[in-house]
């Protein structure tokens, strides 16, 4: 029987730290509500001491959220412990997670103390946690760099104070992956009454190991991850829920089980990067736009006569529709042909290499070959000069008091029509406009806008991913006016579904 795994959330907390990605309390309750669809057991929903806003969303949270224990993070101070109770007050199922730093460098330069006032000061802030709720974490700061005969004597003081979770962050990110497991291992073995509590691992990515340091101290007994969505969070980042689940689940055989519904992986980052306006880079590990993407002939070959030769994981377990076979010069005779049957054309023999020949000329010149390009090769369509659909005109109107509306006019070989639409912004707006115009039947499912230059007049890139009946299409588009690229990349996209 699999030993269960706790999910302990905290893209709410630690994950919001991040310079710039910080939500409003209605972004926050969708998030939350996203993460009690994918299945996690705790949302760290806030800090409530460090301001009304985190307060508020902390209390918003506990009502709109019902399956997932509500937890809110405290310092060692009563204070603190109290504003966190007090926020938690409608959660059905309520933690205060509470704890100060255990590190030499903390103790002595932090606190300016001494480690057996940090011992009384751990012990007494639990024991004032449990007059407010009986589900108490506490959370030994830095100790990754905390030697493990002191750590030991600090969880042991804090599990008779009736801590029932013990945190054992990595905050620096220094700790290695058999360090960190050894560290688990120590506590395990050496701590008076520690059965009574679940140890949990929060690492952080500094070094590029926080997946692997959480997967080494559930080995040597850990029960419980602290992760984010996207792997986001201060410095580098946290370590990625996505990680973590994928590891466990296409490693069966440890029988552990997280109890993620992985199928709704992918939304959720999707999501977490829009919200936060973070964009999760291509070659992400399970949620990258790469992540099932093959260009390499010989992959290409491989995964097209079974996907497992080349892919551990099952897209579609993710939230993903299929695996991404992109056309360019490294690709073989068997991805050209795949593709060429996707869009109705059957070719073997001399006639497949004659126009693999023809493909690897324009594959040469071209960093990706797309249908268009395909449909000229193949000789069924005349090479044009225009899209079928091009943006003639966008006008948009908004600003502070004023609802955003945007007149688009669309191109349709030679002949302009005209829609005008609102929005919650100038780009759902000019979105919204198109989608009338041309009667598409799709669903936005990425958007992301990166600077190519630098300064008031940027140059912005545009990056849109849409679905349209089981299939992804993709739209790109680069201006200095970042909502006309919005729209461009939209209608590139929409270009390639008609």
């Keep these: 029987m699999s030993e269960k795994l706790y999910i302990f959330d905290t893209t709410l907390r630690d994950g919001e730290q991040v310079p710039g990605c910080q939500l409003n309390t209605l972004e926050k309750i969708e998030v939350a509500k996203a993460l009690e669809e994918l299945g996690v057991d705790i949302i760290e929903a806030g800090f409530p001491v460090s301001s ?6 902390v209390m918003e949270i506990s009502k709109a959220v019902s399956e997932p224990v509500i937890c809110g993070l405290t310092r060692a101070v009563e204070k603190d412990i109290e504003v966190a109770a007090d926020s938690l007050k409608y959660a059905k199922r309520k933690r205060i997670h509470t704890g100060i730093g255990t590190s030499e460098f903390h103790i002595k330069y932090k606190f300016n103390s001494t480690q057996e006032k940090i011992i009384e000061r751990a012990a007494a802030a639990v024991k004032y946690a449990r007059k407010f709720v009986e589900d108490v974490e506490f959370y030994a700061e830095d100790a990754g760099r905390t030697d493990n005969e002191y750590l030991a004597r600090v969880i042991e003081a804090v599990v008779a104070a009736g801590a029932t979770t013990i945190n054992i962050p990595d905050t620096t990110g220094y700790t290695l992956p058999e360090e960190y497991g050894a560290k688990i291992r120590y506590l395990k073995e050496n701590v008076k009454g520690i059965d009574k509590a679940i140890l949990s691992t929060h690492c952080h990515n500094d070094l590029g190991m926080a997946t692997a340091n959480s997967i080494m101290g559930v080995l040597n007994g850990a029960r419980q991850v602290e992760v984010t969505i996207n792997g986001i969070g201060e410095r580098a980042g946290n370590t990625s829920l996505e990680e973590v689940v994928m590891a466990f689940r296409s490693r069966q055989h440890l029988n552990i089980d997280t109890g993620i519904n992985t199928k709704h992986i992918s939304k959720t980052s999707r999501l977490v990067s829009s919200l936060m306006n973070m ?6 590990a399970i949620v990258g736009r790469n992540a099932f993407a093959h260009s390499s002939g010989i992959h290409q070959d491989g995964v097209l006569k079974n996907r497992e030769n080349y892919e551990i994981i099952n897209p579609e377990d993710v939230g993903i529709f299929e695996s991404t076979i992109s056309l360019t010069a490294r690709s073989g005779r068997a991805a050209l042909k795949h593709r060429l049957k996707i869009m109705g054309y059957d070719f073997e023999g001399e006639e497949l290499d004659a126009l693999y020949q023809q493909f690897l000329d324009i594959a040469d010149k071209k960093k990706d070959v797309n249908e268009e390009d395909l449909q000229i090769l193949v000789g069924r369509k005349k090479v044009k000069d225009k899209q ?111």
């Design 279 to 284: 964009p999760v880079q291509p070659n992400k």
């Design 388 to 498: 079928d659909i091009k943006l003639h005109s966008l006008q948009i109107i908004c600003g502070k008091s004023t609802v955003p509306v945007a007149t688009v006019g669309l191109d349709f070989n030679g002949d302009v029509f005209y829609n005008t639409s609102e929005g919650n912004g100038p780009i759902d707006a000019a979105f919204k406009a198109v989608k009338n115009l041309t009667h598409k039947n799709f669903k936005l499912e990425e958007f992301l806008v990166q600077a190519i230059t630098r300064g008031t007049d940027d140059t912005g890139k545009v990056h849109v991913q849409l679905e349209s009946q089981g299939r992804i299409y993709y739209g790109f588009s680069g201006n200095t006016d970042i909502s006309t690229a919005a729209v461009e990349a939209l209608v590139d996209g929409i270009n390639k579904i008609v």
């Design 52 to 57: 009304p806003g985190d307060f508020n969303s």
